[in-house]
C-alpha cells in the first residue's frame, strides 16, 4: 500500500494553479502528524504558525515560490524561529531559538511551510534516534525497529506519508543511513552546499544540512532552494547548483565491493546493470578501508564535539544545574544532569584524542589520515565519475538490539562516513523490495559539487525501480 503523499514539487504547483488550498494541505499534514503519534517521529508541532502561513499564502496574489504551501517537517537541531530548539536534549529543553537557520529560511522563502520539528539522536550523536531526551522514533514499517539515525525523525515521517519533505543533517551519515533504513531519498550534498548557519553544531568540519523526500526530483528541488553561498557562513560553498540532472549519461560507475552474503550485495549488482544498459561504463572500484576510516572519523568528530559543547556549561544558556556552590561545581553538575550517556562518552573520547602535544596527538595522527583518505578518494574520481555501493550493512535493526554495545552502533555507519571525510555529495535511494521485506538502501557518491550528476543517475534508478515504496 502506498500512503506517500504527492510529490512536492507536484502539491507545489496545485497550489500556484489555484487547485489545491494552502491551508488544506497544512491541516492534513497536521492531522497526520497526531494520527501518527505513535511512531514518535514529530517531537513538536508548530500548528498555530503553520496555519497562519497557510493562511497568508492563500492570501498571496504575486508569484509564488516552487515551494508553495508544501508542509515540510525540520530536524530538531536545526534552528526555527517558531518553537524550540532542544537537539532532543534536556540541556536545551525550553531553548527558543532568535531566528530560522538559513536553510530554513530559504525554504519559506520558497513557499515552503513549516509543520514542526522532528525526534533525534541527542546533539545528532547516533544512529537510531535512541539517545533523544524525549524517547526514540520508531520504524514506519515496523514500530519494533528503528528508524535510524540521527535523523531518524525525519526519514520516517517522510516515509509514513506525514509530509513529503523533510530537513535532516548528516556529519557521518545521519541523513542517509535513516533514509535507507525507512526506504526514502536522502541527500547529503558537497560540504558548504547548503548553509550550516542555524545548525547546531555537533562536528564542524563534517555537519552538512540535507533533505529527504519520497522522489528524487523533490530532494533536488529543496536542495536548489537551500544551497549555495550564506555571508553568514563563511565555509558555505560559492558554486552554483548544477540544475540540469536530468540529462547526464555515459559516465563510468565504480561499483563497491560488497560483504559476501550481504543482504545488499543483489540491489548493488541490480543498479549496476540498470546503468550499464542506460550506456554508462562499469568497473570495480576499491574503497579505503571502511574500517580505518570510521575509527578516524569517530576520532575526529568526537574532537570536535569536545570542543563544540563546551559552550553548554549552565552559564550562558541552556540548563544551569541547582545547589553548586562554586562554578566548578556548577559545570559539573550541568553537563552531568543536561547530557544522556552517549554525549558524555564521546565528549570524553574527544578530550583524550585532543590530549598531548599538538603535533605527535591522536587528534594530528587522525588528521593526516583523513588527509590521505581525500587524496585516495581524489584518484578514485580521476577514473570514476560515480561511486556505488550499499549505504548500511542491512534492514533496520530492534529496539535496545546496539544500545549496550556502542561499537556496534558506530559501525552502522561504516559505508557512509568515507563521504563525510571527504566532503563528498552522496545520495541513498531505496532498494526495490520484495513483498513484506524491510527496506534496504543503495548509495551513489559524486565528486565535489557534482551533485547534477549523483542526482542524475539517481533519477535514472529510481525511475527503473529504485524508488519509495509506503509502510506495509
Known sequence: ???????????AEAVRRGRLDPVDLVEGALARVERRADLGAVVESHAPQ????????????GRMGPLAGVPVLVKDNVCTRAGHTTCCSRMLAGYRAPDDATAVARLRDAGAIVVGKTTCDEFGLGSSTETAWQGPARNPHDPSRVPGGSSG????????????????????????????LCGVVGLKPTWGGISRRGLVAF???????????????????AFRVMAGPDPADATSGD???RADHATWSGGRIGIVDVEPGSPLAPAVEQAARTLGAAGMSVGRARLPDPHRSLFVYLALSAAELSSNLARFDGVRYGLRAAGAKDLDALYRRTRARGFGAEVRRRILLGTAVLAGPPDASRHARARAARRAIVREMGRLFETFELLLGPTTDGPAFLLGERLADPLAMYASDA???????AGLPAISLPAPARAGALPLGIQLMAPWNREDRLLAAARLLEEAGFRVEGPR
Open 153 to 180: 525523525g525525519s526519514a520516517a515521517a517522510v516515509a509514513a506519508g506525514i509530509v513529503p519533505l523533510a530537513l535532516g543533517s548528516d556529519t557521518g551519515g545521519s541523513v542517509r543511513q535513516p533514509a535507507a
Open 203 to 221: 562536528a564542524s568540519s563534517f555537519d552538512q544540512i540535507g533533505p529527504l523526500g519520497a522522489t528524487v526530483d523533490d530532494v533536488a528541488l
Open 50 to 61: 503553520a496555519r497562519a502561513e497557510a493562511r497568508r499564502l492563500r492570501r498571496r496574489t
Open 1 to 11: 500500500m502506498r500512503i506517500v503523499p504527492r510529490p512536492a514539487r507536484h502539491l
Open 239 to 241: 558554486r552554483p547548483f
Open 415 to 421: 559505508h557512509t562516513v568515507l563521504a563525510s571525510l
